[in-house]
């Protein structure tokens, strides 16, 4: 079982995510989107060639339908299990890639709130890479909210994938 903002493997001189002084830290948002799939790949590349790492956030949204205690309850528990399978299935590839374990961080709450708490919490952190959406005329929601409102007051880079780009084409810009 996945526990809240758990850090894989702890180093020496470390932030919140476990980063070892001076270590790159490329951190990505992890939900069930393609654009997801490509960011992912890109930072795991980018950390390998660095001698960076890799931290994943999953945000747990708070369900819609909030009229019965006990069915917000069994919602939660059910999202909950969903995060933590997906972190699961992408800390293996990550590691497959990367050859470290990625940090690994559970919130509850709104998407673009916790990205941007857990950003001011951690120091470590220092590249937020987030990919774009294929196909669509806006970019999606948590990079339309950084470009528009977050422009200019962001502490870290944040590096946007097409979310069209293919391995291989990640493969020759890293």
Do not use: N
């Amino acid at each position: 079982m996945i526990e809240q903002e758990e850090s894989v493997e702890p180093a020496k001189e470390e932030g919140v995510a476990g980063a070892k002084s001076g270590e790159r830290i490329f951190l990505v948002v992890v939900d069930q989107t393609e654009e997801m799939e490509t960011a992912l790949y890109f930072a795991c590349k980018r950390a390998y060639r660095t001698g960076g790492r890799v931290a994943m956030l999953y945000v747990i949204e708070p369900p819609e339908f909030q009229h019965w205690l006990g069915v917000e309850r069994v919602m939660e528990d059910e999202a909950r299990e969903e995060a933590e399978e997906q972190l699961q299935a992408q800390a293996e590839r990550v590691q497959a890639i990367v050859g470290k374990m990625p940090v690994l961080h559970v919130r509850q709450g709104t998407r673009r709130d916790e990205l941007m708490a857990l950003i001011d919490e951690d120091p470590a952190i220092s590249v937020l890479v987030l990919g774009t959406a294929a196909g669509r005329e806006d970019p999606g929601p948590l990079v339309t909210y950084l470009i528009g409102q977050m422009s200019g007051k962001m502490r870290l880079p944040v590096i946007l994938v097409p979310g069209l780009l293919t391995q291989e084409e990640i493969d020759a810009v890293t």
